[in-house]
């Protein structure tokens, strides 16, 4: 196999890796959110069930998490899942695992806010949810971004997990290819290219953080 | 008719009973001070007027909005969610701490809950806005953020914030003790000038001088009742020894 084949294989297993990385951000950050209301919620019942859910996600691997949503169906309801389901599973994983993580960088961000905003756009006469929209969440995600940075570079990281349940994304396109070629240098070019994804992802955020640091 | 009228007022944190019985009606165009120790339960009765805290008994009017009442059994109730939403209409609030919204200019602080709570027309709201940043004294700092004002200019968009909901009625809570000394004259200026105007208004407040300026009526109170109340000349003739001692402690800090 020459080297351009490989580079354009891992390519392609590149472009997968990203469709993974955008469609677990597009579910996990506005399920965050609503996961955040649950563990915020004055509803024990529910406030307790969403505790109890986030410290499963963040206390087991995410590599366990995704091999039960894969074989879970199967296993437990004999369920026969077909073909383009391994995909579904990793996003369902990733955004359900995603989700809990930033629930919680949700919740300290919320609860940073000073109890006099609310007050204020209250006596104002703004109703409770256009304080959340217009007042509070701006200021949460303006607080949040450095965290969701972090979070969100270490996704591009975890995507390679995907192997696990053998979806065809570039780490496990790297490793297959090692394997049969006998050479490390796929592993090589995956690492650039994680590399070069992370400093993309990187350059955005430090840009949105810059864009929204026009206050204190 | 009054603007507003509390009776019986009473209000509880668990086993601490901070409000207990406290009455106050606030006539058009009057300007009443709350003096007291700290502690007494001045701002909580604000916070109780302003429906940031629910009271456990007594009533609340605003005009002839009813907004809470007393039940037989003694605990109060308050009025559907729509009809407060009217009432917080009547009045505003001038917070200790400025509470400005950080992240939009000052501008947009002022403009921002005409447009969008009250609905009016943004080009009338900001006309009306412009007009009273000149005259808090802060005309060419509409662009400018919170942050980027000293705390006396913060509260006076604050104060501005406020003014723009054309409020019949303006709360203030120690308006000037964030402030460094030589910033609350700028503030008390303009409460002065609002006061001239005939705006009704409560302030609390630990600036005697100036409570004895502006008031038509002084408050005193301790431990959660009113001990005294009336012209402004009782802060330099008290009748109650409690309110003697207030005031000659303060004096005894400031000298
Ligand atoms: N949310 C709360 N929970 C429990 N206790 C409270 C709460 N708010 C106020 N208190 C207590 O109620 C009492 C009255 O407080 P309040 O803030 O009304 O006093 P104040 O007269 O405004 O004092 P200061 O001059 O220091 O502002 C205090 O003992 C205070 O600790
Ligand atoms: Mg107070």
Same mark, same amino acid.
């Given at each position: 196999?020459?080297?351009?084949?490989?580079?354009?294989?891992?390519?392609?297993?590149?472009?997968?890796?990203?469709?993974?990385?955008?469609?677990?951000?597009?579910?996990?950050?506005?399920?965050?959110?609503?996961?955040?209301?649950?563990?915020?919620?004055?509803?024990?019942?529910?406030?307790?069930?969403?505790?109890?859910?986030?410290?499963?996600?963040?206390?087991?691997?995410?590599?366990?998490?995704?091999?039960?949503?894969?074989?879970?169906?199967?296993?437990?309801?004999?369920?026969?899942?077909?073909?383009?389901?391994?995909?579904?599973?990793?996003?369902?994983?990733?955004?359900?695992?995603?989700?809990?993580?930033?629930?919680?960088?949700?919740?300290?961000?919320?609860?940073?806010?000073?109890?006099?905003?609310?007050?204020?756009?209250?006596?104002?006469?703004?109703?409770?949810?256009?304080?959340?929209?217009?007042?509070?969440?701006?200021?949460?995600?303006? !607080?949040?971004?450095?965290?969701?940075?972090?979070?969100?570079?270490?996704?591009?990281?975890?995507?390679?997990?995907?192997?696990?349940?053998?979806?065809?994304?570039?780490?496990?396109?790297?490793?297959?290819?090692?394997?049969?070629?006998?050479?490390?240098?796929?592993?090589?070019?995956?690492?650039?290219?994680?590399?070069?994804?992370?400093?993309?992802?990187?350059?955005?955020?430090?840009?949105?953080?810059?864009?929204?640091?026009?206050?204190? | 008719?009054?603007?507003?009228?509390?009776?019986?007022?009473?209000?509880?944190?668990?086993?601490?009973?901070?409000?207990?019985?406290?009455?106050?009606?606030?006539?058009?165009?009057?300007?009443?001070?709350?003096?007291?120790?700290?502690?007494?339960?001045?701002?909580?009765?604000?916070?109780?007027?302003?429906?940031?805290?629910?009271?456990?008994?007594?009533?609340?009017?605003?005009?002839?909005?009813?907004?809470?009442?007393?039940?037989?059994?003694?605990?109060?109730?308050?009025?559907?969610?729509?009809?407060?939403?009217?009432?917080?209409?009547?009045?505003?609030?001038?917070?200790?701490?400025?509470?400005?919204?950080? !992240?939009?200019?000052?501008?947009?602080?002022?403009?921002?809950?005409?447009?969008?709570?009250?609905?009016?027309?943004?080009?009338?709201?900001?006309?009306?806005?412009?007009?009273?940043?000149?005259?808090?004294?802060?005309?060419?700092?509409?662009?400018?953020?919170?942050?980027?004002?000293?705390?006396?200019?913060?509260?006076?968009?604050?104060?501005?914030?406020?003014?723009?909901?054309?409020?019949?009625?303006?709360?203030?809570?120690?308006?000037?003790?964030?402030?460094?000394?030589?910033?609350?004259?700028?503030?008390?200026?303009?409460?002065?000038?609002?006061?001239?105007?005939?705006?009704?208004?409560?302030?609390?407040? !630990?600036?005697?001088?100036?409570?004895?300026?502006?008031?038509?009526?002084?408050?005193?109170?301790?431990?959660?009742?009113?001990?005294?109340?009336?012209?402004?000349?009782?802060?330099?003739?008290?009748? !109650?020894?409690?309110?003697?001692?207030?005031?000659?402690?303060?004096?005894?800090?400031?000298?």
């Amino acid at each position: 196999m020459t080297f351009r084949t490989m580079v354009e294989m891992l390519l392609g297993g590149m472009g997968k890796s990203i469709l993974i990385y955008v469609l677990t951000l597009v579910g996990a950050l506005p399920l965050g959110l609503l996961v955040a209301f649950g563990r915020m919620s004055r509803v024990r019942p529910l406030q307790l069930f969403v505790k109890f859910y986030i410290s499963i996600m963040r206390g087991t691997p995410l590599m366990l998490q995704l091999l039960v949503v894969f074989f879970g169906p199967y296993y437990l309801f004999r369920a026969n899942t077909g073909t383009g389901y391994r995909f579904v599973a990793v996003i369902i994983g990733f955004v359900l695992n995603y989700a809990a993580y930033f629930a919680e960088i949700y919740r300290g961000g919320i609860n940073a806010i000073p109890a006099g905003q609310r007050e204020a756009a209250q006596v104002l006469g703004y109703s409770r949810s256009r304080t959340f929209m217009t007042i509070i969440l701006p200021q949460v995600i303006r !607080h949040i971004l450095p965290a969701v940075t972090n979070e969100m570079i270490t996704l591009v990281k975890d995507t390679s997990l995907a192997f696990a349940i053998s979806y065809s994304e570039m780490f496990t396109l790297a490793k297959k290819i090692a394997a049969s070629q006998t050479t490390m240098m796929p592993f090589v070019i995956a690492g650039v290219f994680y590399y070069i994804f992370n400093f993309v992802v990187a350059f955005i955020m430090e840009r949105c953080e810059k864009k929204l640091s026009y206050y204190r | 008719m009054s603007v507003l009228q509390m009776r019986g007022i009473r209000k509880s944190f668990g086993e601490l009973e901070v409000l207990k019985d406290i009455s106050l009606s606030v006539e058009e165009g009057e300007v009443v001070a709350i003096i007291g120790p700290s502690g007494s339960g001045k701002s909580t009765l604000l916070r109780c007027a302003t429906l940031l805290e629910t009271v456990d008994g007594g009533s609340i009017t605003y005009l002839d909005h009813a907004v809470a009442w007393e039940e037989e059994d003694g605990a109060a109730v308050y009025a559907p969610a729509k009809e407060l939403r009217e009432v917080r209409q009547v009045f505003g609030l001038v917070f200790q701490n400025f509470n400005l919204f950080p !992240h939009f200019s000052v501008l947009r602080n002022v403009t921002d809950a005409p447009m969008r709570v009250q609905k009016r027309p943004a080009a009338e709201v900001e006309q009306e806005a412009l007009t009273l940043l000149k005259k808090m004294g802060l005309e060419g700092r509409e662009k400018a953020y919170p942050f980027q004002l000293s705390g006396g200019q913060q509260q006076r968009v604050a104060i501005a914030r406020a003014l723009a909901m054309n409020p019949r009625l303006l709360f203030f809570d120690e308006p000037t003790s964030a402030l460094d000394p030589e910033l609350t004259g700028e503030v008390l200026r303009v409460i002065r000038r609002l006061a001239e105007e005939k705006m009704t208004m409560v302030i609390v407040t !630990h600036e005697m001088g100036f409570a004895r300026q502006v008031a038509d009526r002084v408050i005193f109170m301790d431990k959660g009742v009113i001990v005294e109340q009336g012209g402004p000349e009782i802060i330099d003739h008290p009748v !109650h020894a409690r309110t003697r001692a207030f005031l000659n402690k303060l004096e005894g800090e400031e000298a």
